[in-house]
């Protein structure tokens, strides 16, 4: 099976050369996307050299940050166009273990049709979380689920393995989510098509360099998008029964 594992990145000069070290150490045939931002920093230049020195990784210089939504679309349209058969999507910031992308992918190559890295299920674990922050994790998840009904545990998790088809199936570039709301808005259509979702045990291991993305604006976006899917299907369902 041909494997692209893409990940996108914005001001990630200090993560950038070890997580593409260890990615390409744990997944030596699969290829590499970067999708970088316009990064201030130089990111896009680091993963150049490193690109030259391991091979099988490109960079695409984005003019912009437009968002991880518009920088997963991106991505997605390469390697099905590429004619991937399973496309992978990790966080460049080390807070997902590269070494944990081969299970990912075997699940894919069985009988997964997506497969997550998930934090919430048995054996999952995010150790240096304050309480404060995991409970708000842990509670959206657990409101994304009740939505959604997708039975997913860890619905906003970003460390994850595709069919290359499945993406085509869900016509993720119709996708409308910016940021991290990606990531539910494709699980639920995932779930919506019927396809088999599998979650692996993963430890989340918060960034030690660099800083985070998350802000207040993409829950906000994230509790919308879920609120508004979650009761218009009610009301479909509701409307279909009348």
Not at 17 to 24: G, I, N, Y
Not at 78 to 84: C, K, M, N, V
Not at 125 to 135: D, M, V
Request: aromatic share 8%.
């Amino acid at each position: 099976m041909r494997v692209q594992i893409c990940t996108p990145t914005y001001i990630e000069a200090e993560n950038i050369e070890e997580f593409l070290r260890r990615a390409r150490a744990a997944v030596p045939d699969a290829d590499i996307l970067v999708l970088d931002d316009n990064s201030p920093d130089g990111t896009a230049d680091i993963a150049e050299r490193v690109g030259i020195e391991l091979g099988q990784i490109d960079v695409l210089r984005r003019p912009e940050k437009r968002g991880l939504g518009a920088a997963y679309r991106a991505g997605f349209a390469i390697g099905i166009a590429r004619g991937y058969d399973v496309i992978c999507q990790v966080d460049a910031d080390l807070s997902h273990d590269p070494e944990v992308l081969p299970d990912l992918i075997a699940a894919v190559a069985g009988d997964a049709d997506l497969a997550i890295g998930s934090r919430y299920v048995p054996g999952g674990a995010i150790p240096h979380w304050p309480k404060r922050r995991l409970a708000l994790s842990k509670y959206g998840n657990m409101y994304a689920r009740f939505m959604l009904r997708t039975g997913v545990r860890d619905t906003s998790a970003g460390f994850r393995a595709y069919r290359a088809d499945l993406l085509q199936a869900i016509d993720f570039s119709h996708t409308r989510a910016k940021g991290y709301g990606f990531q539910l808005e494709t699980t639920y259509r995932v779930a919506r098509v019927g396809a088999r979702i599998v979650e692996i045990p993963i430890t989340f291991t918060d960034r030690v360099r660099g800083y985070s993305k998350m802000s207040g604006s993409v829950i906000v976006e994230e509790m919308a998008l879920m609120t508004w899917w979650g009761l218009r299907d009610r009301l479909r369902r509701k409307r279909s029964r009348a």
